[in-house]
T-cell receptor, first 113, second 115 residues
Framework: DQQVKQNSPSLSVQEGRISILNCDYTNSMFDYFLWYKKYPAEGPTFLISISSIKDKNEDGRFTVFLNKSAKHLSLHIVPSQPGDSAVYFCAASFSGGYQKVTFGTGTKLQVIP | GAVVSQHPSWVICKSGTSVKIECRSLDFQATTMFWYRQFPKQSLMLMATSNEGSKATYEQGVEKDKFLINHASLTLSTLTVTSAHPEDSSFYIC???????????FGSGTQLSVL
């Protein structure tokens, strides 16, 4: 039972353009959402997060949007850079995001120079 | 620098042997640590929660006798894959929450290959 889903396994974007990664969740009890970036054979690194009481959080080139009614969140990267190429995991938590998290299936982003 | 250290980074073993993976929190104490497993092109799936001083809590479908977890100190949790088989080949990752700033840190992962 995949409670956090990323329906696009891969995404290709031109350098300088916007990358939009999407994530859907099924459990309305999740109260914290996170995005992680992961390279092969490495652990995930935290990117940005958002509490369920907010609908937007911005950090530099990264913005996360949360639509609670639709149980949907998205990560916007603008402008996209080749160094952004990686697998991005959406994650959700019941406990403020710093304990157990449930990961999505991942989206492999390729930014083309 | 790394906040959570995981060793080894990769290990190859023969079928039937046991493999121990260590996860250490470097600058903080962690009463709880989490172990994940990732199969190729799949999500990271939580296997178990390691609790210092008490038994680990396993997720549904994870064999506790096969994946032994020991949280012997506030900075160290170990995962032992017992009697490993080729189907146990996977990428194993630990994580530890740091209470003082409520951040979750991940180890660099261990790639296990069972021949």
């Amino acid at each position: 039972d995949q409670q956090v889903k990323q329906n696009s396994p891969s995404l290709s974007v031109q350098e300088g353009r916007i990358s939009i990664l999407n994530c859907d969740y099924t459990n309305s009890m999740f109260d914290y959402f996170l995005w992680y970036k992961k390279y092969p054979a490495e652990g995930p690194t935290f990117l940005i997060s958002i509490s369920s009481i907010k609908d937007k959080n911005e950090d530099g080139r990264f913005t996360v949007f949360l639509n609670k009614s639709a149980k949907h969140l998205s990560l916007h990267i603008v402008p996209s850079q080749p160094g952004d190429s990686a697998v991005y995991f959406c994650a959700a938590s019941f406990s403020g995001g710093y304990q157990k998290v449930t990961f999505g299936t991942g989206t492999k982003l390729q930014v083309i120079p | 620098g790394a906040v959570v250290s995981q060793h080894p980074s990769w290990v190859i073993c023969k079928s039937g042997t046991s493999v121990k993976i260590e996860c250490r929190s470097l600058d903080f104490q962690a009463t709880t640590m989490f172990w994940y497993r990732q199969f190729p092109k799949q999500s990271l799936m939580l296997m178990a929660t390691s609790n210092e001083g008490s038994k680990a809590t396993y997720e549904q479908g994870v064999e506790k006798d096969k994946f032994l977890i020991n949280h012997a100190s506030l900075t160290l949790s170990t995962l032992t894959v017992t009697s490993a088989h080729p189907e146990d080949s996977s990428f194993y990752i630990c994580s530890a929450p740091r209470d003082r700033d409520e951040k979750l840190f991940f180890g660099s992962g261990t790639q296990l290959s069972v021949l």
